[in-house]
């Protein structure tokens, strides 16, 4: 996890408390960065007192698509570890043909991995391939489906 002290540049469009254990409260947010090319999602842990102390790596899905917005950020075991793990249903869009401009939601998934968050490549990836997005629910069962056949 990268740290830093960097003070955030604009207002989180999601955020949620996060407890690791051994460390101190956080809170971890989704910032946009609309001046990327295409425009992406960040995930940053700030203190209580909303100092950046870290960015989550990139995840899956965040160079192929444009950011659009944020449909739900939730912290639930999805593995069945015991562990605060990271699962966001986040809006593209493609910008291509027709209905490029339609967003569409995929989720993002992160596992907690001692005290760093890491990207869950193969897990996002087969679960927005099989998932029902028509609530966090359907979500967090096939994630919960997946993350037990391929071990993660």
């Given amino acids: 996890m990268l ?5 955030l540049a604009s207002p989180p469009l999601a955020e949620v408390a996060v407890q690791m254990a051994g460390a101190a409260p956080a809170v971890l947010q989704i910032l946009p960065d609309w001046q990327a090319s295409p425009p992406r999602a960040e995930f940053v842990l700030t203190d209580q007192s909303g100092t ?9 899905l965040m160079s192929e698509w444009a950011f659009d917005g944020v449909q739900s950020l939730d912290i639930v075991d999805l593995n069945g570890d015991g562990a605060a793990d990271v699962l966001a249903i986040l809006n593209f869009v ?4 027709p209905t490029g401009m339609a967003p569409f939601p995929q989720a993002v998934v992160y596992l ?17 391939e099989t998932a029902d997005f028509t609530d966090v629910a359907g979500v967090i069962a096939a994630i919960r489906a997946e993350a037990r056949r391929i071990g993660g």
């Fill in 94 to 97: 493609t910008g291509i043909g």
């Fill in 52 to 60: 950046m102390i870290g960015q989550l790596p990139a995840a899956p």
């Fill in 3 to 7: 740290t830093t002290s960097a003070a």
């Fill in 112 to 128: 907690l991995d001692g005290q760093d968050f890491i990207p869950a490549p193969d897990l996002t990836l087969s679960v927005n």
